[in-house]
């Protein structure tokens, strides 16, 4: 069974650009999160999608928005990239949503913002 | 407010040593404490979970047992490897009433390195 993939692998960018992020989960699950992985601030959740529905949003700015298609796989958008954009985006899926699921990872999109 | 507390490293062991990395959380509600692993230049991988008061989760020789009373979730093992080389990350899946928020909070992160 194929588990979460990201793409792409890696981005630079430059800074006042925008960029999008992709998400395809694991077969079956039907909800997708977001998460960004900066040097030393460590792992923050930005959001969670259901069945196409925003269900929660991290402390983060407008800027970052995203949105989870029919098929369940999701895009991550940042508008005006600042340099503390840059950090490893990580994905991660669960079946449903429910409170004692796992979440499963993919390898993550590592940005770059110059 | 929600947070994790690990215990800091880097933590440097010798092969076959005994490893315990600590974890206690703040949360409200009662939440799933999981585990992860982070190997270099990858994500994030489940290592084990618990999701009741006094659960003991389990895989590849690690174990934790869910605290409630003492609200922790220590990861131990008793023999390390090489290949354990790797950053662990102790987590909480907090919810209302049953109903999960969605949001993983992590602690920062436990640099462990093996030696031969």
């Known amino acids: 069974e194929a588990g979460v993939t990201q793409s792409p692998t890696h981005l630079i960018k430059t800074r006042g650009q925008q960029v999008t992020l992709r998400c395809s989960p694991i077969s079956g699950h039907t909800s997708v999160y977001w998460y960004q992985q900066a040097l030393g601030l460590g792992l923050q959740f930005l959001l969670w999608y259901d069945e196409g529905e925003e269900r929660n949003r991290g402390n983060f700015p407008p800027r970052f928005s995203g949105r989870q298609f029919p098929n369940y796989s999701s895009e991550l958008n940042v508008n005006a990239l600042e340099l503390e954009d840059s950090a490893l985006y990580l994905c991660a899926s669960s079946f449903q949503g429910l409170a004692q699921e796992t979440q499963y990872f993919g390898p993550g999109t590592r940005l770059l913002v110059l | ?116």
């Open chain 2, 1 to 116: 407010g929600d947070s994790v507390t690990q215990m800091e490293g880097p933590v440097t062991l010798s092969e076959e040593a005994f490893l315990t990395i600590n974890c206690t959380y703040t949360a409200t509600g009662y939440p799933s404490l999981f585990w992860y692993v982070q190997y270099p230049g990858e994500g994030l991988q489940l290592l084990l979970k618990a999701t009741k008061a006094d659960d003991k989760g389990s895989n590849k020789g690690f174990e934790a047992t869910y605290r409630k009373e003492t609200t922790s979730f220590h990861l131990e093992k008793g023999s390390v490897q090489v290949s354990d080389s790797a950053v662990y990350f102790c987590s909480f899946l907090a919810n209302a009433g049953g109903t999960s928020y969605g949001k993983l909070t992590f602690g920062q992160g436990t640099i462990l390195t093996v030696h031969p």
